[in-house]
């Protein structure tokens, strides 16, 4: 799967049940990853964008400010080496229940469904019998090449759990399951008798398990803390990211804050073992209905290869729309 080191400012890819959960009554967030740029000649690169709506429940007793959440989520990653994308498109729901009259407590149930597409162009391939002889993979090549794209539909669910008095500790938690059904992947077909239709080959796509938790420890009137951790398990591949961010604000009338973060990123390699995969830096802006962050994924296991390296940068812009410093349901980067 893809995977965002700003995981906050995607929300609705970290959690279906983010969904319409914002200080405000609408968001609007893109972000662009781009990994690999110094070691690849087209480096690997994702973008998602994302629309989700809150709305109040409107309830006889109006002590309980329950909400609902819809919203719609493109995402779009790309090997440019070989011209593969893979695209998804997945319409988002959630329910955010008060837990308390304060409604400064919330229990958020979401789901997701759509459809994802993968996309393949096979001029940018060559094979072992296309070689001439002497310099050039130039000549015909007898490989089958199926269908150059296809589609699947995908699920997710999600559950998450808010806590966040004004000027005290709040608390962020949340679990996710993506590709529930564990679609197939291969672009390849096994021919069945005539009576039947043709069978994709297998290749699942594992399902995906999370965890994320965030913290917002208030230091000062102008500082907060903002530690947060997710981990996530897909098949054989197991990742872990923890780290803090410091928000400082600069001026509190016209909603100017600065963020400024750091993480470390361990995983569970092909030989079952922990290697430390990134360590990054992040610095955000806050103004008004405004947010901008900006990161870097250093990473310390350098391909020795001109002395090019695995690093990576992410670029994220969101828009919260009739903004409300009441409610805090997530965390902003």
């Known amino acids: 799967d893809q995977h965002f080191s700003q995981f906050y400012a995607s929300p609705l890819t970290l959690n279906p049940a983010l969904t319409g959960a914002l200080e405000g009554k ?47 989520v493109f995402y779009n990653d790309k090997v440019n080496q070989i011209n593969f994308s893979t695209n998804q498109i997945m319409a988002s729901g959630a329910y955010h229940k008060a ?92 021919e069945l008798p005539d009576d039947d239709k043709d069978e994709r080959l297998s290749n699942t796509l594992y399902r995906k398990y999370s965890a994320h938790l965030g913290l917002q420890l208030p230091v000062s009137d102008k500082v907060q803390l903002a530690p947060r951790a997710l981990i996530y398990s897909q098949g054989p591949h197991l990742t872990f990211n923890a780290g803090t961010n410091v928000r400082l604000l600069v001026n509190e009338i016209s909603g ?40 870097y994924d250093i990473s310390p296991g350098q391909i020795n290869i001109n002395n090019r390296n695995r690093n990576a940068f992410e670029i994220s812009v969101a828009y919260l729309g009739e903004y409300e410093d009441e409610t805090v349901l997530c965390p902003k980067f």
């Open 26 to 72: 609408y968001r609007v967030s893109m972000i662009y990853r781009d990994q690999w740029r110094t070691s690849l000649d087209n480096p690997y690169q994702t973008f998602s964008a994302a629309a989700d709506f809150r709305y109040r429940v409107r309830q006889y007793k109006k002590r309980y400010r329950d909400a609902v959440g819809v919203g719609v």
């Open 256 to 295: 100017t804050a600065i963020h400024i973060g750091g993480w470390a990123r361990p995983v569970n390699n092909q030989d079952d073992a922990w290697e430390l995969d990134a360590l990054v830096a992040m610095l955000g802006i806050e103004h008004q209905n405004f947010l901008l962050g900006f990161s």
């Open 99 to 190: 837990l308390n009259p304060e409604s400064d407590q919330f229990l958020s149930l979401g789901f997701q469904v759509g459809m994802v597409q993968r996309n393949i162009n096979y001029d940018q391939l060559s094979f072992d019998d296309q070689f001439n002889g002497t310099d050039q993979f130039d000549d015909p090549t007898a490989e089958f090449f199926p269908e150059n794209n296809f589609a699947f539909s995908d699920m997710q669910v999600g559950l998450h759990y808010s806590y966040a008095p004004r000027g005290k500790t709040a608390v962020f938690a949340g679990v996710a399951m993506h590709h529930i059904l564990e679609p197939e992947l291969s672009f390849y077909y096994r």
